[in-house]
């Protein structure tokens, strides 16, 4: 069977609807208002594209684009994206130079990398926001919330040496889809920093801390601005409360070719290890993908493809290159018809948090681990309906 006009001539190929990923967004936006969006398109958009990813949003008019390196919103601005964007992550000292020259606006997790930034800004004799990030309990970065009452005044004395601005003071959540309670506590942290900061004479133009967890379980969490991620890209289904944005759309679709279709007999073992044995005639069909491309190891004798819009199991173990499902059942199966890895094929679907699960990992890891060697295919355009979201 030859393959359809609309599938790409590769192995194997991601592809990524970003009507859908719009639509998500706007849903996140209608919910949270007058809350502004900052879309996290950090790790080139969880592997799904940056640059096409930002460009679909820009018509929402998000308040900025968040990233976690500087090196990622140069990428960005070499990509046409003017919009602010705010680099979230620890950046080495190294790499001020290249936030300045790309019109990044960094964050301080410390009051070193304050005193650094603003350095920065008055050699380069530019003016920059600077956003700074208060831990109230995850732990890894920021300036701790209940030391504030010594901080804060700190804070004020840089600021008013000039250079830079205060853009917002966040923090992350740790635990905002398992644990109300802790949550509750770090957003009462947080409001605590902020109102040292002020007593200090600092104004705290914006407040956020809403990550996708947040922002589907508790209004009060929205605050100024909410930083969703992985909802955009269609995880978290199911997870959500009532009243809240609704599921997300999928998003990503992972499809590889079926490069041979083999009959085994009785006793045949499949794959390195031999980890599989038929226990009648099989047929198996050979995928072009393995994990190598994304397609996770664990998923060995465990995962499912779609094939002819039938779930199938993965026989043996996943290869570097090439993984066997079990097509037994499905009738017509040739090379070059093409099965599907994560995504929708007819009324089935493998979702992100099923292919997560069976993999024993996070939605996050399904998607930023899908390699550069499958070529990214947008599926639907970046046409955005509606006005923009403020």
Request: some cysteine; charged content about 25%; overall charge neutral.
């Amino acid at each position: 069977m030859s393959r359809s006009p609309a599938e790409p001539a590769c192995r194997a190929w991601l592809e990524v609807d970003l009507a859908a990923i719009a639509r998500n967004a706007r849903r996140v936006a209608d919910h949270v208002a007058p809350a502004r969006l900052v879309p996290m398109v950090k790790a080139d958009a969880y592997g799904l594209g940056a640059i096409p990813v930002a460009r679909t949003l820009d018509p929402l008019e998000p308040f900025a684009f968040g990233v976690a390196t500087p090196g990622e919103g140069a990428e960005l601005r070499r990509g046409g994206i003017e919009r602010r964007i705010i680099v979230f992550a620890p950046s080495a000292t190294a790499e001020t130079e290249e936030l300045m020259e790309a019109r990044l606006e960094g964050a301080a997790l410390s009051l070193d990398s304050l005193r650094t930034l603003a350095a920065r800004a008055r050699a380069a004799t530019a003016r920059t926001s600077v956003h700074l990030e208060v831990d109230t309990g995850m732990g890894r970065a920021g300036l701790p919330a209940g030391d504030a009452g010594a901080w804060a005044p700190e804070v004020a004395g840089v600021l008013s040496r000039g250079g830079i601005s205060l853009g917002s003071v966040y923090t992350h959540f740790h635990s905002a889809g398992a644990d109300d309670a802790a949550t509750r506590r770090q957003l009462a942290s947080l409001r605590g920093a902020a109102s040292r900061l002020e007593a200090a004479g600092v104004e705290v133009p914006l407040l956020h801390v809403a990550n996708s967890d947040a922002v589907m379980r508790d209004r009060q969490y929205h605050l100024d601005l909410v930083r969703p991620g992985i909802y955009l890209y269609g995880g978290r289904r199911g997870t959500g409360v009532a009243g809240g944005p609704g599921d997300p759309e999928g998003v990503a679709r992972v499809r590889a070719r079926v490069l041979e279709v083999r009959d085994l007999s009785p006793g045949s073992t499949v794959s390195y290890g031999a980890t599989y044995t038929t226990d009648g005639a099989e047929r198996l069909a050979t995928l072009g993908i393995g994990y190598a491309d994304g397609l996770a190891w664990r998923l060995s004798n465990r995962g499912q493809a779609l094939v002819r819009g039938n779930r199938v199991p993965i026989r043996g173990g996943v290869c570097m290159d090439v993984t066997s499902v079990d097509v037994s059942s499905v009738s017509g199966v040739e090379p070059s018809h093409a099965a599907t890895l994560l995504g929708r094929d007819g009324a089935r679907e493998i979702t992100l948090a099923e292919v997560a699960a069976v993999a024993g990992t996070i939605e996050y890891e399904v998607l930023t681990a899908i390699g550069r060697r499958l070529p990214r295919y947008y599926v639907s355009g970046a046409e955005v309906a509606g006005e923009g979201s403020r």
